[in-house]
């Protein structure tokens, strides 16, 4: 009987911890919502989507399906001209910008609006390799999670000060159906944050845009 009262401790312990994380997590991205405000009047814009990796069989993630779709609703809220999804192949052989078009595609946004930035392996890398695609686009709608859409502002901040000023951020708060993948992520957002704060910040050899070749 003692072993199972204390394995029925534990249980409740995990279950509560579980519980004040997700609470939390929720809080988070709730927190740093942020929508697109009124565009003005006669400037053009584009729609910039953070990569996610693809399934391991080249099918599309739910968090690359979240994005897009948001991605999406703000290109056509906006009447924005082009849509550009960035990310190479980091966690296997399948590039995120490409699975990403491909579901853009078939919610249907025109192949000739779509921009694809395949190289990028990182967050930082996101931000440098897209710029020169949207030299000509006086607002950029920025579209991820609430949380890392920061972070990706933040980067684009500390490498022009021109590119940040063009960027909206339109993060989103992941749905419930995310709740395994967002509790986590946000204990990564908050450790990037940390990172770069304490490390990054302190490194003049990052503050400029970074490409892979």
């Known amino acids: 009987r003692g072993i199972v009262r204390s394995i029925k401790k534990t249980l409740c312990i995990?279950?509560?911890v579980l519980a004040v994380m997700a609470a939390l997590s929720t809080a988070a991205y709730r927190f740093a919502y942020r929508s697109a405000p009124s565009l003005p009047s006669g400037?053009?814009?584009?729609?910039?989507?953070l990569g996610y990796p693809s399934g391991a069989d080249g099918s599309p993630h739910a968090v690359q399906r979240f994005r897009v779709q948001h991605g999406i609703a703000a290109y056509r809220k906006h009447h924005c001209g082009r849509i550009l999804f960035s990310g190479g192949a980091v966690s296997?052989?399948?590039a995120e910008a490409e699975t990403m078009a491909a579901v853009a595609r078939k919610l249907g946004v025109p192949a000739s609006d779509i921009i694809i930035e395949n190289r990028a392996r990182t967050t930082w890398e996101n931000i440098g390799?897209?710029?020169r695609y949207l030299d000509n686009s006086k607002r950029v709608l920025l579209v991820s999670d609430s949380l890392h859409v920061l972070r990706a502002r933040r980067?684009?901040?500390?490498q022009s000060s021109a590119w940040?000023?063009?960027?909206?951020?339109?993060g989103t708060e992941p749905p419930v159906t995310l709740l395994w993948w967002s509790v986590p992520a946000s204990v990564h957002e908050l450790l990037a944050f940390l990172r770069d704060s304490?490390?990054?910040?302190?490194?003049?050899?990052?503050?400029?845009?970074?490409?892979?070749?």
């Open 43 to 49: 400037g053009n814009c584009s729609v910039l989507v």
């Open 129 to 131: 390799c897209s710029s």
């Open 92 to 94: 296997n052989r399948y």
């Open 198 to 213: 304490f490390i990054f910040e302190k490194l003049a050899a990052n503050s400029d845009p970074v490409c892979p070749n």
């Open 155 to 158: 980067y684009a901040c500390r």
């Open 14 to 16: 995990v279950v509560f």
């Open 164 to 170: 940040c000023t063009r960027i909206i951020t339109i």
